[in-house]
């Protein structure tokens, strides 16, 4: 039903206990469906390239400014900026609740990215059948190190570490934070704040994105990318623990060493220099028995095989049954607190 009663609402929509609880379990299968089936929205409209200039236009205003604070007006800024274009766009909506449905769905799965993030890693794999240097070009967009020089494993590591490392990045954090809007929606009954679910999901990505941009040690970043930096470590600290503790049993039901998996989530998780991306990581590598090596950087798993491009596969396959696991899981709870509550 719409309900005009009140101007002051957020959000003009106005369900039931029932509706609610329909509302975000369908976002959430919509947009990952939205997502699985056409991938990314058009660069030009995609939520994620205006953050980026959202956060380009206001880094050469405060860069200039010689202290951290500099990080922290960055995230406020980009922050308001970003949450008030799509809150407008939200409110706008209202009007007709197909349409508000649908633009809710559509914002919510630009916050993750399952397909892009499997096919970046099967292209890899299609170009090293084909050629190294086909392999390296490719590689070279998922990576920061220098790949001119890399031989077959480290292509086939960069790819796997890669694609892992971003699991938690590109899809359990986001959908973790709805799951915990989403229950305090249901547990209060209250669909007044159902705009908070897409805020939420949107902010971490404003942050996943600040870190990307500018969460590095150069002598530029150093200073203006340390609150941001921060900040993405403290978002991810919960769900890459869950994403590794997912890619364990994944690798259970796959039938691949889960008990070394197991064992490198306590023993190598922590080796990396993130104190987040070693968790998707090193289970990866122990599920696979394969060592992932950044040349002075991290050395994950025990070498009980040669690493070669059947890697790649295995671990898109551990990818997709780790994101299905969480996403399962995700709606059995909000079911689950629907019903007690």
């Known amino acids: 039903m719409l309900n005009y009663d009140s101007i002051y609402d957020i959000n003009l929509i106005n369900f039931n206990s029932l509706n609610l609880f329909l509302f975000i379990i369908l976002t959430l299968i919509c947009a990952i469906l939205i997502d699985i089936t056409f991938g990314e929205l058009p660069v030009k409209i995609h939520p994620v390239v205006i953050i980026g200039h959202i956060i380009n236009f206001f880094k050469n205003i405060f860069i200039k400014i010689n202290n951290k604070i500099s990080g922290l007006l960055l995230v406020v800024f980009t922050s308001i900026i970003t949450l008030t274009i799509v809150a407008l766009l939200i409110f706008f909506s209202t009007f007709n609740l197909i349409i508000y449905f649908i633009i809710f769905t559509i914002l919510l799965s630009s916050t993750f990215s399952i397909k892009m993030l499997l096919e970046t890693a099967i292209n890899v794999k299609n170009n090293l059948d084909e050629s190294l240097e086909k392999a390296r070009e490719s590689v070279s967009y998922l990576v920061s190190r220098n790949t001119q020089e890399l031989t077959e494993s480290f292509i086939v590591s960069a790819t796997i570490e890669s694609m892992t490392e971003n699991i938690t990045d590109s899809y359990v954090a986001p959908i973790f934070y709805y799951f915990i809007f989403g229950s305090l929606l249901l547990i209060f009954s209250n669909n007044n704040f159902i705009i908070l ?136 709870l909000l079911t689950i607190i629907y019903v007690i509550s």
Request: aromatic share 12%.
């Open 197 to 332: 679910l897409l805020l939420i999901s949107f902010f971490y990505r404003i942050s996943n994105t600040l870190d990307a941009m500018v969460g590095y040690e150069t002598d530029e970043l150093k200073i203006i990318g340390y609150i941001p930096a921060k900040l993405d470590d403290v978002l991810n600290y919960i769900p890459s623990r869950i994403a590794g503790i997912y890619i364990v049993i994944s690798s259970c039901l796959l039938k691949y060493n889960y008990k070394n998996s197991y064992k490198m989530f306590k023993r190598d998780a922590k080796n990396c220099p993130s104190p987040n991306s070693g968790f998707t990581m090193a289970t990866t590598a122990g599920a696979l028995d394969i060592q992932l090596i950044k040349k002075e950087t991290y050395v994950l798993g025990d070498k009980n095989k040669e690493i070669d491009s059947t890697d790649i596969n295995k671990a898109v396959k551990l990818s997709k049954i780790t994101m299905f696991l969480f996403t399962i899981t995700i709606i059995f």
